[in-house]
Each structure stands twice: as structure tokens, then as C-alpha cells.
């Protein structure tokens, strides 16, 4: 709060049961460990879409734009979202999981939706990985920026690095990320 001084705005924070299955995009094999990746990304957006928002707005009457923030593969889907549906104006995607199996292929077909602002940041150190498959989020980041500075949907982008790794600060992460995008409008 201290960070976003006197602005006007209401922040809702979700759970979902299967970290995995509800925050990602489609199926994929496990890339640490053997849970495998089931997809349910889909559900998890409708659920929002047709349960969550109209419930926050007519229980507080919000009528104003729509942010969806994401930390680690809450932070794939959070950018998934935008190129799903045109109900947000604005994203973050903090330590965005954009490793993940068929990323990068996703975003060469898809467009972003909505104008929108786009917020990506990285720990300095993820990259730095012997997972083989984790250790491409580097590149895939500074891709994904790439493709959002150039399309016509996103108004504004920026890629921050913060120092350490995948769960450091993870609060301070998404802090920053929340007074960007606020900053932006």
C-alpha cells in the first residue's frame, strides 16, 4: 500500500487447489519432478470470466478496468489470459513460468486481445539453472518482451530483472508490479 500512495483500487486475491493443473495453459509433461502440467488453465479462466468478476462487481459495484497478476506459473497464465480474452487491460507477469513446454510457439500464432500494459519481471539468477527446460526462461522472456513492444495491442511494456532467484522477494516482486501498471494508468 505504501508503494501506490492514495490510488483507488480494489485488489482480490484467488487460490486454486492444483497449482499445476489450474494454472496451466494445456497439457504438458513434468518439468521438475513427475507432476505433469494438466492443463485446466481454460476452467481456471472461466471460472474468473463467469464467477469471480461479475461476483466483485456486484458486490462492490466495480466498474473500471481489470489487472490479472501472476507470480511463477500463475504468472504464464496471467500473459496466457491476454492473448485468451479481452477482459483485462492490464497484466503482470512476475517470474513468469515462460519456460513452459510450447511457450514460445503459443505466442508466434496468438495476438494480445485488449490494449493492454504488460509488466514482465525475471530474477536474475532463474536462468542460471541445470534444469534444462527451466533454464530457457531467460531467452523466452526477453522474446516475449520483444513480441509485446512490437504489437499494436500493448500500449506499454517493460521487462524488469530483480536480483536473486525464483522465490526471492516474491512480494516486493509483485509490489513493484502492481505500482507499474497502476503508474500506467
Not at 42 to 60: S, V
Not at 64 to 85: D, K, N, Q, V
Not at 125 to 153: H, S
Amino acid at each position: 500500500m505504501e508503494t501506490v500512495n492514495n490510488q483507488d483500487f480494489l485488489f482480490c486475491a484467488f487460490q486454486v487447489k492444483d497449482w499445476n493443473g489450474d494454472f496451466s495453459p494445456w497439457k504438458s509433461p513434468a518439468a521438475f519432478g513427475d507432476e505433469e502440467f494438466k492443463g485446466n488453465g481454460p476452467k481456471t479462466l472461466q471460472w474468473l470470466m463467469n464467477d469471480l468478476i461479475p461476483k466483485l462487481e456486484a458486490d462492490y459495484g466495480v466498474d473500471r478496468e481489470i489487472y490479472l497478476i501472476g507470480y511463477s506459473l500463475a504468472g504464464l497464465f496471467a500473459l496466457w489470459t491476454a492473448y485468451e480474452t479481452d477482459i483485462f487491460s492490464a497484466i503482470a507477469s512476475c517470474s513468469g513460468s515462460l519456460w513452459f513446454e510450447q511457450w514460445d510457439e503459443y505466442v508466434l500464432h496468438h495476438q494480445i486481445k485488449h490494449e493492454s500494459n504488460i509488466y514482465l519481471s525475471l530474477g536474475g539468477k532463474e536462468e542460471k539453472t541445470k534444469n534444462p527446460v527451466m533454464a530457457r526462461v531467460g531467452d523466452r522472456t526477453r522474446t516475449q518482451e520483444r513480441i509485446l513492444r512490437n504489437d499494436p495491442k500493448v500500449k506499454q511494456t517493460t521487462l524488469e530483472f530483480n536480483s536473486g532467484g525464483h522465490f526471492a522477494d516474491a512480494q516486493k516482486r509483485l509490489a513493484k508490479a502492481v505500482k507499474w501498471l497502476l503508474k500506467c494508468t
